[in-house]
């Protein structure tokens, strides 16, 4: 067997048994990679050592590869907005809904070296609602050479260095050059290994209030996305709440789960419990349907959400992000999305296919879901102003006025001060220039709301 053919069956197996995708954009890394296991194996070379792996005869070796494949660099308070939103909204809320048994089960599902279930553990014992309360976290992760970091909870500089001083000088511990957690909340922290792909996931308790999924679905293919949102959904509370990473999304991934829009970022409940949270929303967006952008008007079909066909015309993220804004044009929607999922899955880290995937929301009246896109895109960019004048037209829809215009001012001085710029690839969609944009958004914050401006300028 030739290298390159090695490597691809290495790929096939590291996504069959953790469900990493490793692009093939990647696989000279992977190829470093094994070349190096299979000296420490004393194996001919790569395709030795990936047969061998493959027979299984290389035992506890997923337990050293994993660690080199899998992307663990992360710190204390990462996504700052999800924490606040935790604090200030989330938990006193469960607070209030718990306030019989006084005990809330946690889980941070691909909790790395321990840093968010640490942070989790921060933003708890800072809860005055949940003083004297019994809570409990389950932080797992596939890779168990970082459990055992996380198990020491010990953190670097840098890892802290997000951490505001107050918070840092009560919970956290200074030991020479490292910081560790207070002992008071590492003993509730639970460290376990798990394998989301694998089901049935054995979890205990079987249902959690609150579950972070963050950054982990991004490295998973579509099916392996939809089974692993499918066997999350189902450990979390009826009337729980689950977060995903900034600039991940359940779209076509998972039914019965409906974003809910907590201000600066989303976090996912079970469609009855957030119908009474999202309930006036979305009345004001079945009352308000924005009229859709010229490029897309004509058709709107219901096949959105069906399986999309296999789109071979383009190989790089941005050849798909360019020849999807091009389908969309033309009214190939199908096309469009099964492109923008092909590009998401090569690399969820390109701002402008998340720009896409909020506009295809756009024009299919999923002005929720387009939030979430639009701010995946500007976490990701923050100077594309066209993206951020789309984020403030859907929140204006969705009544959030002061929002919206909280995007608006934001766009005039982005422009103002030089520091905005285009998707250059979304060119074929004819989204409003500096100009336009600017216009637009003085419009909109003269007229106060009295206008629906999302649809593209005729």
């Not at 387009?370 to 859907?394: E, I, P």
Request: overall charge neutral; glycine content about 6%.
């Amino acid at each position: 067997m030739s290298e390159p053919a090695a490597l691809a069956e290495l790929a096939a197996l590291i996504e069959e048994t953790s469900g990493n995708v490793i692009p093939p954009g990647h696989y000279q890394f992977l190829g470093e990679t094994a070349k190096r296991r299979a000296a420490s194996l004393r194996l001919a070379g790569v395709a030795a050592y990936v047969a061998a792996l493959a027979r299984g005869e290389l035992p506890g070796e997923w337990s050293r590869l994993l660690p080199h494949v899998t992307v663990k660099e992360s710190y204390l308070f990462r996504h700052p907005q999800h924490f606040a939103a935790l604090a200030t909204n989330i938990l006193p809320r469960l607070a209030a809904a718990r306030a019989g048994r006084r005990s809330l089960a946690v889980w941070s599902a691909g909790c790395a070296r321990g840093e968010e279930p640490a942070t989790l553990a921060i933003v708890l014992a800072e809860c005055r609602e949940l003083v004297g309360w019994d809570w409990r976290i389950l932080a797992t992760d596939v890779d168990e050479e970082a459990l055992a970091a996380a198990g020491a909870a010990t953190f670097g500089e840098r890892a802290v260095s997000g951490v505001p001083a107050d918070l840092r000088a009560r919970h956290l511990l200074r030991r020479g050059d490292s910081y560790e957690l207070a002992p008071a909340l590492a003993r509730r922290i639970e460290y376990r290994a798990l394998n989301l792909v694998r089901e049935p996931l054995a979890l205990s308790p079987a249902l959690f209030d609150l579950v972070f999924l963050r950054n982990v679905l991004i490295y998973f293919s579509p099916e392996v996305q939809r089974r692993v949102a499918a066997a999350v959904a189902g450990a979390l509370a009826p009337d729980g709440y689950l977060f995903l990473g900034p600039a991940e999304t359940l779209w076509q991934v998972a039914g019965g789960l409906d974003a809910i829009d907590l201000g600066d970022c989303f976090c996912y409940r079970h469609a009855g419990a957030a119908a009474a949270t999202a309930a006036p929303h979305r009345r004001r967006d079945a009352e308000r349907r924005p009229e859709r952008p010229q490029a897309a008007a004509t058709t709107l079909r219901t096949t959105i959400h069906a399986p999309r066909p296999v789109v071979l015309e383009a190989q790089g993220t941005r050849e798909r992000l360019a020849l999807a804004a091009r389908h969309a044009a033309a009214d190939r929607l199908d096309d469009a999305v099964a492109l923008v999922d092909q590009a998401l899955l090569a690399d969820p880290s390109d701002a402008g296919v998340h720009a896409l995937e909020g506009f295809m929301h756009d024009i299919s009246g999923r002005s929720q879901m387009a939030v979430a896109s639009y701010r995946a895109a500007l976490f990701l960019d923050a100077g594309l102003f066209q993206v951020r004048l789309l984020l403030a037209d859907a929140l204006r829809r969705l009544g959030h006025e002061q929002r919206a215009a909280l995007e608006y001012r934001e766009v005039l001085a982005a422009l103002a001060a030089g520091r905005a710029h285009e998707v250059e690839a979304l060119a074929p969609l004819a989204l409003p220039d500096r100009g336009e944009a600017m216009r637009r958004c003085r419009e909109a914050l003269r007229d106060g709301g009295s206008q629906d401006l999302a649809a593209r300028p005729r």
